[in-house]
């Protein structure tokens, strides 16, 4: 089936370190998203990605980085630059963004990030 | 940016009908999502309307009026599987980021 994945769905830091998490597409979609939830609040844009080898930055990119090197993949590092890295981080993929609309976003089930 | 708008929390009685709101910025925009949350998952899509007026897709429903930068989504016969958080996202196809997400509104049905 096709769809999105992301591992681990929880994952544990020590502060000062960073960590890559993933997050793979087989639905053949051009572009893929990156946003952080905190508690009781909505999505914020990371990062997003439109074409292979290509990304931009979204609201809150400071302290993250993002790598675009296959359609399949779109990795998020959350860097130690990050001040409150704990949050709920969700990867998205949408057909390509050139072509008109509408995009619906399919989401992975997300993985926790808790850095202490 | 966009200016979503949407209510923060909704209470409403199981078997009950409940109407979300949500307004937004009408220029550039061409359509709004409707997404469900469930508390720790992803968001997945309930609707999508481009036009002027109300699409029925079983218990849910969604309205839109471009001319007002108006929404509601309309949940009709609640269970208790319906709290959840409801994300309003309208549709920008002149910016590169396509959706800007509302900050939802949590819905708790009681029984």
């Known amino acids: 089936d096709g769809g999105i994945t992301q591992s681990p769905k929880y994952l544990f830091r020590k502060e000062g370190q960073n960590v890559t998490l993933s997050c793979e597409q087989n639905?053949?979609?051009?572009?893929m998203y990156w946003y952080r939830q905190d508690p009781g609040q909505g999505l914020r844009l990371i990062y997003y990605?439109?074409?292979?080898?290509?990304?931009q930055k979204g609201d809150i990119a400071e302290g993250y980085s993002v790598s675009r090197e296959k359609k399949e993949s779109f990795p998020l590092t959350v860097t130690s630059a990050q001040k409150n890295p704990t949050a709920f981080y969700l990867c998205?993929?949408?057909?390509?963004?050139?072509?008109?609309?509408?995009?619906?976003?399919?989401f992975g089930p997300g993985t926790r990030l808790t850095v202490t | 940016g966009q200016n979503i708008d949407q209510p923060t929390e909704m209470t409403a009685t199981e078997g009950a009908i409940v109407q979300i709101n949500c307004t937004y910025q009408?220029?550039?925009?061409?359509?709004l999502f409707w997404y469900q949350q469930h508390a720790g998952e992803a968001p997945t899509f309930l609707s999508y309307?481009?036009?002027?007026g109300l699409e029925e897709k079983g218990r849910f429903s969604s309205f839109l009026s471009r001319s007002k930068g108006y929404s509601y989504l309309l949940l009709k016969e609640l269970q208790m599987k319906d709290s959840a958080s409801y994300l309003c996202?309208?549709?920008?196809?002149?910016?590169?980021?396509?959706?800007?997400f509302g900050s939802g509104t949590q819905l708790t049905v009681l029984p």
């Open positions: 996202a309208p549709h920008y196809p002149g910016s590169a980021r396509q959706l800007t």
């Open positions: 309307n481009v036009l002027d």
């Open positions: 639905l053949n979609h051009d572009a």
């Open positions: 009408t220029s550039g925009f061409n359509g």
């Open positions: 998205a993929s949408s057909i390509d963004l050139v072509s008109g609309g509408p995009y619906e976003q399919y």
């Open positions: 990605s439109q074409i292979v080898n290509d990304f």
